[in-house]
Nanobody, 126 residues
C-alpha cells in the first residue's frame, strides 16, 4: 500500500517562512517523480514545484520562482518544500504527490500523479 503524508503546515505572518515535509512508503522513492501542489478555496489544484525522478527536470510555478525550494532525500524517502517571503495569496492546502511516470517539462498536471497525501494547511495572515 502506498502512503503519502505531509506535515509542517501552520499559520504564518506575511513575509515569514515555512518548511513542509512529505514522507512516503510503499514506493521505491528514488524512482518516483515527486511534487507539491496546492489548492486554495474555490480554486483548482495547481502544481507548485514538480521534480522528475532523475532530477533532470524541475517545474516551478511562476509564483514559486525565487521564493520556494524543493528538495528530496532518497535515503529517507522524504520530500521538502521550503517557502520564504510568504504572502496571503499563498494560503492554501498543500499536497504532496508521487508519480512513477511524470517526466518533467513545462507543465505539471495533477493527472500525472496517482498517489496523494491528505494535505497540510498553510495560512498566511497577520
Amino acid at each position: 500500500k502506498v502512503e503519502v503524508k505531509e506535515s509542517g503546515g501552520d499559520l504564518v505572518q506575511p513575509g515569514g517562512s515555512l518548511r513542509l515535509s512529505c514522507t512516503t512508503s510503499g514506493i521505491t522513492f528514488e524512482r518516483y517523480s515527486m511534487a507539491w501542489f496546492r489548492q486554495a478555496p474555490g480554486k483548482e489544484r495547481e502544481g507548485v514545484i514538480c521534480l522528475s525522478w532523475d532530477g533532470e527536470s524541475t517545474y516551478y510555478a511562476d509564483y514559486a520562482k525565487g521564493r520556494f525550494t524543493i528538495s528530496r532525500d532518497n535515503g529517507k524517502d522524504t520530500l521538502s518544500l521550503e517557502m520564504n517571503d510568504l504572502k496571503p495569496e499563498d494560503t492554501a492546502m498543500y499536497f504532496c504527490a508521487a508519480s512513477g511516470y511524470y517526466s518533467g517539462g513545462d507543465r505539471c498536471p495533477s493527472a500525472d500523479f496517482p498517489f496523494w497525501g491528505q494535505g497540510t494547511q498553510v495560512t498566511v495572515s497577520s
